[in-house]
């Protein structure tokens, strides 16, 4: 199985400061189709998650253009250019590339 | 609009029985890959399973395979989880998912399963 790991755990964030996490994995998620196989997700409280970040770069559809992806193969990172209020929860990256799917432990973002 | 709506949750004993619905509406289901993916309380996030639009291929986690089993009606635009042998660590909110890849991924609001005597 392809274990995520994610980091930090906790993230004590300013509103109009940048943020960023990370989330590593056991195995290259770069496809032959030179694609890499990474999802990010937001999870508000109550909520359930809703997709921010697709194929490690590409924002959904609606997202914010303050969220951004990067990396490639093993490491990959998200970035928050400037943390609002509505930015806090927890923050997921996930795996969709080898069954079984797996997800990194998660980021909770909060407000300092 | 999409809609992903899970039923079937509850309160079930160990070793018990239930079967979740999830059923879609606004986009071509029988198209989409449709997964299950469950959260224990406080916890992270587990994908299940997961199944191909036309209910040719499945795939299961470890730790549900031989006792769940996923299915889908394409007539009825309905996505299935067969759970059996229930265990009280299977207690979670069941998310019924679409896709799961690229910018189809379309989350339903989840059923609670509780698993206890």
Redesign the interface.
Known sequence: DIVMTQSPLSLPVTPGEPASISCRSSQSLLHSNGYN?L?W?L?KPGQ????LI??GS?R??GVPDRFSGSGSGTDFTLKISRVEAEDVG?Y?C?Q?LQ????????TKVEIK | EVQLVESGGGLVQPGGSLRLSCAASGFAFSSNWM?WVRQAPGK????VS?MNGDGSLT????SVKGRFTSSRDNAKNTFYLEMNSLRPEDTAVY?CVRS????S??????TLVTVSS
Do not use: E
């Open positions: 196989y999802n997700y999870q359930s998650p809703q997709l697709f194929l590409r959904a559809s927890v997921y996930l969709p069954v079984p799917l797996t997800f990194g432990g998660g | 997964h992270g996030l587990m994908w997961g795939n299961y986690a470890d998310y799961l890849s690229g910018d991924d379309y989350w339903g609001r989840g």
